[in-house]
Nanobody, 114 residues
Framework: QVQLVESGGGLVQAGGSLRLACAAS????????MGWYRQAPGKQRELVAT??????TDYGYSVKGRFTISRNATNTVYLQMNSLKPEDTAVYYC?????????WGQGTQVTVSS
C-alpha cells in the first residue's frame, strides 16, 4: 500500500510560480512512475507530468515549457510551475503507478488569478 500527501498549492497571480510536492510512503519498491494530474470544474482529469524511477519524463501539451517535474531519492516528487495562467486553475492530484500498486493523493488546490 502506498500513501501520497501533496503540499504547496495555493493562490497566485498570473505569471507567478508555485512548487508542489508529493511525499510517498508505504510499499515503494523498484520501478515506478509518479506524476501529477489535474482536474478543473467541468473538465476531465488530465495529465500534467510524469516521471519514472529512471528519470524519463512526460508532459501534457498545455504545460510544456512552463512546468518541470522532478523526484528525489526519498520518494518525493515535485512540480515546479512557472508562468502560471488562469487556465491552470484546478485541483492537482499526485499519482503513483507500478505493476502492482496504484495510488492517488488527496489533491491540492491551485488557483491562478488574473
Amino acid at each position: 500500500q502506498v500513501q501520497l500527501v501533496e503540499s504547496g498549492g495555493g493562490l497566485v497571480q498570473a505569471g507567478g510560480s508555485l512548487r508542489l510536492a508529493c511525499a510517498a510512503s508505504g510499499s515503494i519498491f523498484g520501478i515506478n512512475t509518479m506524476g501529477w494530474y489535474r482536474q478543473a470544474p467541468g473538465k476531465q482529469r488530465e495529465l500534467v507530468a510524469t516521471i519514472t524511477t529512471g528519470g524519463s519524463t512526460d508532459y501534457g501539451y498545455s504545460v510544456k515549457g512552463r512546468f518541470t517535474i522532478s523526484r528525489n531519492a526519498t520518494n518525493t516528487v515535485y512540480l515546479q510551475m512557472n508562468s502560471l495562467k488562469p487556465e491552470d486553475t484546478a485541483v492537482y492530484y499526485c499519482n503513483y503507478d507500478s505493476d502492482y500498486r496504484r495510488a492517488w493523493g488527496q489533491g491540492t488546490q491551485v488557483t491562478v488569478s488574473s
